[in-house]
Nanobody, 117 residues
Framework: QVQLVESGGGLVQAGGSLRLSCGAS????????MGWYRQAPGKQRELVAT???????SYSDSVKGRYTISRDNAANTVYLQMNSLKPEDTAVYYC???????????WGQGTQVTVSS
């Protein structure tokens, strides 16, 4: 059974930082593209960042330069370091695991990030 469990969300002031973690089980972690999506109330779900098994990363323009995605294949964990947070970063953040970019893959339950102004 595949499980993705996010942690690290919370309330932070604008300009602050948070680090999200996502632990995976039930998959051969290094074979999967790991990613973070977010969804704010009333808005469409947005792909924030992805990282391949080999460590290649990509980011949405809205977070480029502020967020860093990384992974520890030995620990089956992916991270999202979020710096210089803005109120518009407020959303539920979801961890995903996909075998390739054409599949929906697996999703975590989400963790709330709230940035106050």
């Amino acid at each position: 059974q595949v499980q993705l469990v996010e942690s690290g969300g919370g309330l932070v002031q604008a300009g602050g930082s948070l680090r999200l973690s996502c632990g995976a089980s039930g998959i051969t972690f290094s074979n999967y593209i790991m990613g973070w999506y977010r969804q704010a109330p009333g808005k469409q779900r947005e792909l924030v960042a992805t990282i391949s098994g080999g460590g290649a990363t990509s980011y949405s323009d809205s977070v480029k330069g502020r967020y860093t995605i990384s992974r520890d294949n030995a620990a089956n964990t992916v991270y999202l370091q979020m710096n210089s947070l803005k109120p518009e970063d407020t959303a539920v953040y979801y961890c995903t695991a996909r075998i390739n970019y054409n599949t929906n893959g697996y999703w975590g339950q989400g963790t709330q990030v709230t940035v106050s102004s």
